[in-house]
């Protein structure tokens, strides 16, 4: 069996599933979450990705967003995976921020990390062809994260020219060439050299204007990350110089928590729906 | 001061605030949590308090329920309680069913417990004046909770005439009097007198009909603890037998889980706020 389900519960009268399966991309088991909306017993549903932040599981979203509620209404699958390789056998670092828990969405070509550490492939490539060939979900796809997997999600939407419909992002670290977890992590997995990592870099991506789709995002004032570490001007920077149309809110008050995504998760998904099923 | 506080969020333009305190009932340290709705800024607002199951602290229903967006709506402060008392020097037992986080909401007369296991008292009397006297509440207040929670949610309320508007629950634990969770904490914390342990049974105060009050109850027909450790059906008899008028419904292929509190939360706050608002 491709996938091996280890988890259901019924919520919003649709189904919350993990699974478990064998990456080749990033060489192990892997774990993912998905939502089927009730919609998904009859015919085949949009997909939103969802790519979460540093030291996160597919659990956190799960369970603290209240997404499911909005995508069993809108009748959109929501697709949760593992933000980095796991096991005994997968090099791993004591920080936070880099190793298990910190794949950064890209594919790492560096030693000890290029092993398993290739997150760019498996999430825009592997996954989806997975998802698309067991569960019942069409080829439709939006994509969606916080913090790290804001940055992963708008590197992927921005790069992968036709792919996705729509993309949004919590808090996302918009320029990570120039942030402090940003140049670690880079320099880990991609190596010294900077010409190497603006291949991963959303405000760079989004100057360049490769590809254009309709972008959400919203960024906490309060969020004790801001700007430092997610450098939001520099997106804004990019997205007037090219132009691109994408919306960036600034949202007072609201910090970096799920208690944030959770507060702004449905006009999210309905942003999303509207790409979806046009 | 009296109540210190530990953190703050902004959630649906309103306040998630946990707090500590010093309880005299308990004898120690004890923390909770306090969403705020955005109404609260201005007015004074109802109150629904949240009994949490076994193994529970303040913060699960706090970020799995989804419960503060529908509150934010109704203009309705939830308060969350921990589920016990906590800390070194109080009494604690190895299993997850008994001690900490298992304070089943008894007023405890055995040794070890009795010390600290105050929690009746705690949470009908101590907890309320504290939130009326600190926050911007009113007066009007509501109760629910789930599994032990519920089953505290219950007994309260079914004790404490005119105390609370309405009382809600999920997957309580109906008859703990007759189950193997409430035998082993009722013989620990009551002894083994069974007559005392008929204050702290919903089934058997229901059937009594000591108080009236608008009840709502929702129990997953998919839940590993239903029947055996729930005996929904003793409250349904109990609630026919003394023509109560309590809703009790089962909701096929849902779980003991978050995911079922977060799929019906919603009914039951607005069924709350109907009542709170009347």
């Keep these: 069996m491709t996938l091996i389900q280890l988890s259901e519960h019924k919520l919003f009268a649709g189904r919350q599933i993990k699974y478990q399966h064998h990456s080749d991309s990033v060489k192990g088991v892997m774990h993912f979450s998905v939502y089927l909306p009730p919609a998904a017993e009859k015919q085949k ?16 979203f799960s369970v603290k967003a209240g997404a499911q509620r909005v995508a069993a209404e809108l ?25 298990q828990g910190a794949g950064f969405y890209v594919n790492a070509t560096q030693e000890p990390w290029a092993a398993h550490y290739q997150m760019y492939h498996y999430i825009s490539s592997e996954l989806p062809a997975l998802v698309e060939a067991h569960l019942p979900v069409s080829a439709a796809k939006a994509i969606s994260g916080h913090s790290m997997g804001g940055h992963g999600a708008l590197v992927i939407a921005l790069r992968e020219a036709g792919a996705y419909r729509s993309v949004s992002a919590f808090s996302p670290i918009c320029q990570p060439s120039e942030c402090d977890w940003g140049k670690k992590a880079f320099t880990a997995y991609l190596g010294k050299e900077q010409s190497q990592w603006l291949q991963y870099d959303a405000s760079f991506l989004l100057a360049q204007k490769q590809n254009s789709l309709p972008m959400l995002i919203d960024q906490g004032e309060a969020d004790q990350f801001y700007p430092s570490q997610l450098r939001t001007e520099s997106l804004i920077e990019a997205n007037q110089r090219s132009q691109s149309g994408a919306q960036i809110r600034l949202q007072a008050g609201y910090d970096h928590s799920y208690f944030f995504i959770s507060s702004f998760i ?5 942003f999303h729906a509207r790409h979806l099923k046009g």
């Excluded at 949009?46 to 659990?59: I, R």
């Design 45 to 60: 549903v949009p997909v939103l990705y969802w790519l979460s932040g540093l030291t996160c599981t597919d659990e956190n």
């Design 75 to 99: 009748g959109i699958a929501l697709v949760i995976p593992d933000t980095s390789p796991r096991g005994e056998h997968v090099a791993d670092d004591a920080a936070y921020d880099l190793g």
């Design 266 to 270: 449905e006009e999210h998904l309905r």
